[in-house]
């Protein structure tokens, strides 16, 4: 049982010596290199326990997989409280003797631990591998190790000492707790009708749930399925279950490895649906009275119907959700240009740059009509100056009125082109000759646009639409709380028109 190997010699030192009594019939094997690797006696028994589980049959490492509860293990080290069973499994982790995954069973309501067991040490480990590498690095017990080497007398006194092999005398092994309780559970007898639903499950599935739960009737199946009798027969139930495999996917989960709890798989697949409060459905499908089969397939009216209200409940909910993105979304554009400039819902910089290049513009325009009049680029200069001081009288009239910036640069370019036209008329009315005598040179206190009446805003109302309309006829789709319906543009834009037909007058 062991590699280490020595030569006899019978000057052995007189200490302890090891004399093998009998071969085990039912052990664990724990490798060497975990005995080795400094555990505490508790972090060592409980990998041994959870050793035990493995089937050795298994040859998969990713199936070497053992889920014993915690309380369980806190038995086996003496705990008292199944909660420092952590320290021992993060010491087991930390060697790399085990790994440990947390999973979710009971409906999701209760959590376990799957402990994956590595029998061989993991790649780059630099402990002591052999029982020899244990005596080279402490070379001053090499001589007690020599157990193999015996004195003929020590060899009489163990075969006197061992009673002979397959007679009635040599006491049966105790089974191991674990495994008694297992076998204890299964002796109990099933109904037929219980085993008859049992044996209607996938082989593949009964399979797995041999390897995770140790045999494939778990008390939670065989109580599920139990409870089902007192409803449908065995027939029906095995029917749900067959069409349950394929129609609900676990089949698939199965085929592709993601069926990671195979007794809940089994355990859904034989509860009856809760969902439809009549007792005849199965499935969306009605029984026939006193037979044991689906009635012609009729379906349920009661689950059509909910089926309907479930559809229009998520309809009303994704097109609720869509229109708040989109108002979410709306209230991001740039007012000027409508795109979503980074701005949060004010004006960007492109457009307020492009309402200032316009009046810019227009008082340009007006200085060159006043020059070409006058051949006096003084003049020129002064009809500048007016545009632009005509632009920003309007720009702090509509803020003076609560409009916003659109509508402040808005009113601003309106009255800087409204100056620029009446420039550009006085120069045709010189070339047609209607008027030869110049126009008067602005005075220093250009006349002001009338003034536009305050605007009241309801305080912590509701956006509602603006009724306003755009610059091409089409309705207005921003939002306001003003009280006379209209949005900082629309209100910009009128009060522009209001200063145009003032200075026509």
């Known amino acids: 049982m062991s590699d280490f190997d020595e030569p006899y010699d019978d000057e ?11 071969w085990p019939t039912v052990h664990t094997p724990v490798p060497v290199w975990v005995m080795l690797a400094g555990l505490s006696a508790k972090a060592f028994l409980m990998y041994a326990f959870l050793a035990e589980h493995i089937n050795a049959r298994i040859q998969n ?11 369980a293990i806190a038995v086996v080290l003496e705990l008292a409280d199944d909660r420092q069973v952590a320290t021992y499994r993060k010491e087991l982790e930390a060697l790399g003797a085990i790994r440990a995954e947390k999973y979710r ?12 067991v590595r029998f061989n040490p993991p790649a780059g480990y630099a402990g002591q591998l052999r029982l020899g590498d244990f005596y080279n690095a402490h070379p001053e017990f090499k001589a007690a190790a020599k157990w193999e080497g015996r004195t003929e007398a020590a060899k009489k006194a163990a075969a006197a000492t061992v009673p002979p092999q397959g007679t009635g005398s040599t006491p049966k092994p105790k089974p191991a707790p674990a495994r008694a309780a297992r076998k ?7 109904a037929p009708d219980v085993l008859q639903v049992l044996a209607a499950f996938r082989p593949e599935l009964r399979e797995s749930m041999r ?3 140790h045999t494939d009737a778990p008390k939670t199946l065989v109580t599920a399925v139990t409870k089902a009798l007192k409803e449908r027969t065995a027939e029906q139930l095995v029917a749900r279950v067959l069409r349950r495999w394929t129609a609900h996917g676990y089949a698939e989960k199965f085929e592709t490895g993601r069926l990671e709890r195979p007794v809940g798989a089994a355990v859904a697949m034989v509860r009856p649906p809760t969902e439809c409060p009549d007792a005849s459905c199965e499935d969306g499908e009605l029984l026939a009275d006193g037979v044991d089969r689906l009635a012609d397939g009729e379906p349920c009216v009661l689950c059509i119907e909910r089926g309907k209200d479930y559809k229009a409940s998520h309809k009303a909910a994704r097109d609720a959700k869509k229109e708040a993105a989109a108002t979410a979304a709306s209230r991001l554009l740039c007012p000027g240009c409508e795109q979503d400039r980074g701005t949060g819902g004010a004006l960007c910089p492109r457009c307020v740059s492009g309402f200032e290049n316009d009046i810019a513009g227009a008082a340009e325009r007006a200085a060159a009509d006043i020059t070409a009049l006058s051949s006096d680029s003084a003049q020129g200069e002064q009809a500048r100056e007016w545009a632009m001081s005509q632009a920003s009288e309007a720009r702090e009239a509509a803020r003076q009125s609560g409009v916003d910036i659109l509508g402040q640069l808005l009113a601003a370019q309106l009255a800087a082109r409204s100056a620029a036209r009446e420039a550009h008329q006085m120069r045709l009315n010189a070339l ?7 126009p008067q040179e602005p005075t220093g206190e250009p006349e002001t646009a009338p003034a536009a009446p305050s605007v009241p805003v309801r305080d912590s109302a509701e956006p509602a639409p603006c009724s306003g309309a755009r610059w091409n006829g089409s309705p207005c789709t921003r939002t306001t709380t003003a009280e006379d319906g209209l949005c900082g543009a629309c209100r910009g834009a009128q009060l522009a028109q209001h200063q145009d037909l003032a200075a026509a007058r």
């Open 184 to 190: 204890k559970a299964a002796e109990v007898a099933l």
């Open 61 to 71: 490492p990713n199936r070497r997989i053992a889920c014993p509860k915690q309380k």
């Open 12 to 22: 052995i030192d007189e200490g302890d010596q090891l004399v093998a009594e009998d």
């Open 432 to 438: 047609g000759g209607d008027q030869h005598e110049r």
């Open 105 to 116: 069973y009971a409906g999701g309501m209760r959590q376990g631990y799957k402990y994956f």
């Open 211 to 213: 390897e995770t739960a």
